[in-house]
């Protein structure tokens, strides 16, 4: 037995010598037991210039609300193709960001009747702390993707203490598109605290069928990271994007198997532009990150790649502020960008309350005709964008997919009060992007 004289002090130089074997014994164990490179799987269309046939055929371009809960903040949206072809949706939704009512809710877009379904919740933070065995303070940004064999993924940020710089990952799965969810589990970013990892852009897949993250930090530095993991939820590497304290929330644009161009969220000083790096050993190395043209107001951004080659980008295309929501297209890789079409622009408009709701109600009158009560509309974005004296106008965090029959479904924050959902054909880019070609040789 130890009596109290007989314990001895470690002196602290052998266990600084400790701690140095350990982290040369894990960085060894790490070298040495490194991923098989990899290439990236390109997505694919089934019908290149595919339409579409519905009901509505005739229209190129359509909006809808997603969401339809009133008078509470609705953010971060997300999208994922279903094995029939329908669209589901996933964003989160309370009485406040980071309120501990904030539910994970989901609906489902059926492209042949053209209508969203009735919206549902996916989890929330009693449920995901019961799973977790943890305390959850808050929850957000919900991500889908399906991997090889079928199973959805669903991944979301969990808080336990702090603000969002000290997230981590959550991830349910769903075998019937869905319908039903397993219990949430924690994604091991790092072997250490686990925290500040976040997510935005589109998940993709590996050639091995392995999954690829595209995740961000908050905490001390801001900077973007790929996780490539495997399908029992293992992260098997991870690869630096950037560093310093000004990007955030990459967005993966695969140009070909070994190419791909990243987009980053900038948050630092003037000029405010979109932070770009590329790979051309398929992430094993990456650029430089570099500022593009494009403007950036710290805000997200969204892209897919067509299989011609071409880019497209949803994003807030002025350097302050997020009431101008613009599609852009590069045909070279993302050299250069020109703008495809104006979504939303609500810049220089007045901010007066009164006329405030006015605007706002036609605005949601015309994302959806059918509406009845567009009024309660505009009163759910006062309730979120508007103080005593002036409001605000919001389009943000879009997020862009092109499905398999050709189409292209993007959603986005409308007013922190609903998710709008834009559907445009393949037809109706090209159309575009030809018109703005014609204009440039005026």
Request: one cysteine or more; hydrophobic letters at 40%; aromatic letters at 10%.
């Amino acid at each position: 037995m130890f009596t109290p004289s007989s314990h001895r002090k470690i002196p602290r130089h052998a266990l600084v010598l400790g701690l140095v074997i350990v982290a040369f014994g894990a960085a060894f164990y790490k070298v040495a037991h490194l991923p098989v490179a990899t290439s990236f799987q390109v997505p694919t269309i089934a019908q290149k210039n595919a339409v579409v046939q519905t009901g509505n055929a005739g229209l190129a371009m359509e909006t809808h609300f997603v969401s339809t809960r009133q008078n509470i903040h609705t953010h971060a949206a997300s999208l994922v193709e279903l094995n029939d072809g329908r669209i589901r949706a996933f964003w989160f939704a309370g009485s406040r960001e980071g309120a501990e009512d904030v539910e994970i809710r989901s609906a489902v877009f059926d492209p042949v009747k053209d209508s969203w379904g009735s919206e549902q919740s996916i989890a929330n933070r009693d449920g995901t702390q019961r799973s977790l065995l943890r305390y959850v303070k808050k929850l957000g940004n919900p991500v889908a993707q399906r991997a090889p064999d079928g199973t959805l993924w669903l991944f979301y940020v969990t808080v336990s203490l702090g603000g969002w710089a000290g997230s981590s990952i959550t991830v349910i799965t769903s075998n019937d598109d869905g319908t039903s969810w397993s219990p949430a589990r924690r994604l091991i970013t790092s072997p250490f605290t686990n925290i500040s990892t976040l997510i935005k852009g589109t998940p993709f897949l590996y050639g091995d069928g392995t999954m690829g993250l595209p995740v961000y930090h908050e905490f001390i530095g801001k900077f973007g990271e790929l996780l490539r993991i495997k399908n029992s939820g293992e992260i098997i590497d991870k690869y630096r994007l950037s560093s310093g304290n000004t990007t955030l929330q990459p967005v993966m644009l695969i140009k070909n198997p070994q190419q791909a161009l990243v987009l980053m969220r900038y948050s630092g000083a003037s000029p405010a532009r979109v932070v770009a790096t590329a790979t051309d050993d398929a992430g094993q190395h990456w650029s430089l990150p570099a500022k593009t043209a494009l403007a950036n107001p710290d805000a997200a951004i969204t892209g897919t790649v067509l299989p011609d080659g071409r880019m497209l980008v949803v994003l807030n295309d002025i350097e302050e502020g997020r009431d101008s929501l613009s599609l852009v297209a590069s045909t070279d890789g993302g050299a250069t960008w020109k703008k495809v079409y104006q979504l939303e622009d609500q810049r220089n408009q007045p901010t007066e309350p009164a006329r405030y709701m006015q605007i706002t109600a036609g605005l949601a009158k015309a994302t959806e005709p059918n509406i009845t009560d567009a009024p309660s509309y505009a009163k759910s974005a006062q309730k979120n964008k508007c103080d005593a004296q002036n409001c605000g106008y919001e389009f943000s965090y879009p997020y862009l997919i092109q499905t398999h029959n050709g189409d292209f479904h993007l959603v986005y924050t409308w007013n922190r009060s609903f998710i709008k959902h834009i559907r445009f054909t393949r037809a109706w880019l090209d159309q575009r992007m030809e018109k703005t070609a014609n204009a440039e040789l005026q």
